[in-house]
């Protein structure tokens, strides 16, 4: 009985934690309420959306990212995000945004991609798991605190010439090494990921440490899965 109520409670936090629910009135052609684009909050952090093009794990634009380049947050991600950047600033770095927003629609589009067997990205994204791996090493789930507008990938960035900073990997190498801590990079690439790291942690910001790109803002507001589809002028959607 009582290991019944653990799983219980279990299954509850696990819900709690990953089912989000959908609001009931999915709004297609405007923001949300409280939602706003990362450029209007924090103009300094550069964006490079990468499933809007051919370089990711898929080889190809993702379902929702084929209308709009310009990346999208929870206000108060964004707000957080631009503390990210002020801390940054004085020591000389940037960031460069790889994700933001990502819709529902993605992670059905990344769902389907697994099953089929396209396998043409393995030997830049994924060198040495199968895609099931992907799933099973939970480098990707069905649900993401993306869809939640939360959730950013990110790097550093050189101020002074706008290179990106030597992380030792590339966005979504879904590999043992991108751990945030992996003994398998040198020590200054650590040091990069864990000047990245405290900056982000500083903002409000938590890291998922086995990719050391993706951050999550810790906060208790409820979370809600959105999947209308990335758009470059999209209105408020109370003022509609
Ligand atoms: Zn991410």
């Not at 990362?38 to 209308?67: E, H, Q």
């Not at 999550?216 to 899965?225: E, G, I, V």
Request: hydrophobic share 35%; charged share 25%; with cysteine.
């Amino acid at each position: 009985m009582k290991s019944r109520w653990k799983w219980v409670i279990y299954a509850v936090l696990g819900c709690l934690a990953q089912c989000a629910p959908v609001p009931s009135s999915e709004p297609a052609g405007c923001l949300p309420t409280d939602w706003c684009y990362v450029d209007d909050v924090a103009p300094s952090v550069r964006v490079d959306l990468k499933y809007t093009g051919n370089d990711n794990f898929v080889g190809r634009p993702i379902a929702g990212y084929t209308t709009g380049k310009r990346a999208i947050l929870r206000r108060d991600a964004a707000e957080a995000l631009a503390r990210a950047a002020a801390l940054l600033q004085p020591q000389g770095y940037g960031l460069l945004v790889w994700d933001a927003y990502r819709p529902a629609m993605a992670m059905k589009d990344f769902r389907a991609w697994s099953r089929t067997p396209d396998d043409r990205m393995k030997s830049k994204f994924y060198p040495h798991i199968s895609k099931q791996g992907i799933y099973d090493g939970k480098y990707i789930g069905d649900t993401s605190e993306h869809s939640w507008g939360i959730a950013v990938d990110i790097t550093l960035v050189h101020l002074k010439d706008g290179r990106e900073v030597d992380m030792g990997g590339h966005h979504d190498l879904l590999d043992v090494s991108s751990a945030t801590e992996s003994p398998l990079i040198t020590a200054e690439q650590r040091e990069n990921r864990l000047r990245l790291r405290h900056a982000m942690q500083k903002a409000g910001f938590r890291n998922y440490s086995k990719e050391w790109w993706h951050y999550f803002l810790t906060d208790s507001a409820p979370h809600f899965t959105y999947s209308f589809p990335l758009k470059d002028d999209l209105l408020p959607c109370a003022s509609r």
